[in-house]
């Protein structure tokens, strides 16, 4: 059925629902995870009165984000590797989470993507968007959605 799932994490308690539901899933099947952190990408300096301000450099922001997403994606690999589920970590930097999940289901040859859903529906989904539903509009892919 499913040879290699794409496992989106944030690294949050929601977050980690799904990719137990995934291990699992994986085990069952025989298949293996992909598990794909999306951090967000170098935000703009601020200008104010003619000058520039930046919180930090892109190079440390961007070392920054690479260690987070590696101390994210090392417990999940982790844990993975104890139920003898194959698993391969990537992470990128991106101004949409939702795209940057669906390009690296592509990129990586997933044929299913896992991922958590705090369940937010109607107005509140639509003005606080959700991640989720993004995915579900952009790919053609199963999407298995854990709360």
């Known amino acids: 059925m499913y040879e290699n799932l794409l496992v989106a994490t944030d690294g949050s308690k929601l977050s980690d629902k799904a990719v137990t539901h995934a291990i699992d899933l994986a085990q069952r099947l025989g298949a293996k995870i992909t598990v794909f952190h999306a951090a967000p990408e170098y935000p703009n300096p601020i200008y104010t009165e003619g000058v520039m301000i930046e919180m930090m450099s892109r190079k440390a922001y961007v070392t920054g984000a690479a260690a987070h997403s590696s101390t994210i994606l090392s417990r999940i690999a982790k844990k993975a ?10 992470h990128a930097l991106s101004r949409s989470p939702s795209d940057a999940i669906v390009a690296a289901a ?3 040859k997933c044929d299913a993507i896992v991922m ?3 369940g937010h529906g109607g107005l509140k989904a639509f ?4 991640v989720t539903q993004r995915v579900l509009a952009q790919t053609k892919l199963p999407v298995i959605v854990a709360r």
Do not use: D
């Open 106 to 108: 592509k990129r990586y």
């Open 81 to 90: 590797e104890a139920a003898g589920v194959p698993c391969e970590t990537h």
């Open 127 to 130: 003005l606080i968007g959700s």
């Open 116 to 118: 958590g859903s705090r």
